[in-house]
């Protein structure tokens, strides 16, 4: 199991998307592989995973990850950067 290459040190303790610690939501922060489904093994290898607010930014907020597309879109587009520039090849993803 592979730490977060997108999150390191201290920035784990605070959400991806909105910046919060973990005390400003209900459920704490949840770990969100960015590349779910058939993938999330794939994130998992990788590092592909980032900390989020569990209420507001994961699943019920209007910004949260899992009901944005938008959102989704961005941070799957920064899972492949970074896996681009630390990990392998466009080829290799």
Not at 22 to 48: I, M, Q, W
Not at 70 to 83: L, N, P, R, S, Y
Request: aromatic share 8%; hydrophobic share 30%.
């Amino acid at each position: 199991m592979a730490k977060s290459i997108m999150q390191r040190g201290s920035d784990w303790d605070f959400c991806y998307i909105c910046g919060r610690n973990h005390t400003a939501d209900p459920c704490g922060l949840e770990t969100h592989h960015v590349f779910g489904g058939a993938n999330r093994k794939f994130s998992e290898k990788y590092g592909l995973k980032i900390h989020i607010c569990g209420e507001r930014c994961h699943r019920n907020g209007k910004d949260a990850v899992h009901k944005n597309k938008t959102i989704d879109m961005a941070i799957k587009a920064a899972g492949q950067k970074i896996f681009e520039s630390e990990c392998g090849s466009h080829d290799d993803f």
